[in-house]
């Protein structure tokens, strides 16, 4: 079946850096990617819409300077927390499609973010 | 928002079967019904969708009703690694696609 992979798993860093997280499908082209934040015990955030080529869409109250998403290839987008604050500590997890829209969309393993 | 209203949590016997029930009765003609289901600390999984017919893979089957208002999941012999938490979700019927959580369903498949 379909394959997303994020990388990486688990970071942990000091406040006020930046970390970019990748999310490849590895087996399909994905014009369309989606990420997402999870904190403890709730459910899954949708933060923005990756569009392959063109400039990210995003969710009520996500800032977009803040979270940079990269589009660049059919089967790479990246999110980048910039000055990232212990506030950012989150599970983020991305997802894409295959293709026409109702195909599933299929997610990424998560990346866990820990900003000291 | 999400359009689904699911319970909070179920439990279930191993070895039986695990009905999980949810409601979208403001779903509109041409929006799909998913199923993902998630594990601790891991990204969601792809379960089963569907239109209005009823839908059967080698995971679960997926039964609509007839107004598809509500329809229910069925894992139909449930082992202590389906316990998770278990989204419906009606997809956007817009062009991008995007999936709308809401707080899903913990199922606890008890020994």
């Known amino acids: 079946g379909a394959v997303v992979s994020q990388h990486p798993s688990r970071v942990i860093c000091k406040s006020g850096t930046s970390v970019k997280i990748e999310c490849r499908s590895l087996?399909?082209?994905?014009?369309?990617m989606f990420w997402y934040r999870q904190f403890p015990k709730q459910s899954l955030m949708l933060m923005a819409t990756?569009?392959?080529?063109?400039?990210?869409?995003?969710e009520q109250g996500v800032e977009k300077d803040k979270f940079l998403i990269n589009h660049a290839s059919l089967t790479l987008s990246t999110l980048t927390v910039t000055s990232a604050h212990p506030e950012d500590s989150s599970f983020y997890i991305c997802?894409?499609?295959?293709?026409?829209?109702?195909?599933?969309?299929?997610f990424g393993d998560g990346t866990r973010l820990s900003i000291l | 928002d999400a359009k689904t209203t699911q319970p909070p949590s179920m439990d279930c016997a191993e070895g039986r079967a695990a009905n999980l029930p949810c409601n979208h009765s403001?779903?509109?003609?041409?929006?799909?019904v998913y199923w993902y289901r998630q594990i601790h600390s891991q990204g969601p999984q792809y379960i089963i969708h569907?239109?209005?017919n009823n839908e059967t893979n080698e995971m679960a089957s997926l039964i609509i009703t007839e107004d598809r208002k509500s329809s229910t999941l069925i894992l139909p012999h449930a082992t202590l690694r389906d316990t998770a938490v278990y989204y419906c979700?009606?997809?956007?019927?817009?062009?991008?696609?995007?999936?709308?959580f809401g707080q899903g369903t913990t199922l606890q498949v008890k020994p």
């Open positions: 997802s894409a499609t295959p293709g026409q829209n109702n195909q599933p969309q299929h």
């Open positions: 087996d399909f082209q994905a014009t369309t």
């Open positions: 990756s569009n392959e080529g063109s400039k990210a869409t995003y």
């Open positions: 403001t779903i509109s003609g041409n929006e799909y």
């Open positions: 569907g239109l209005k």
């Open positions: 979700i009606v997809r956007d019927s817009g062009n991008t696609g995007k999936l709308i």
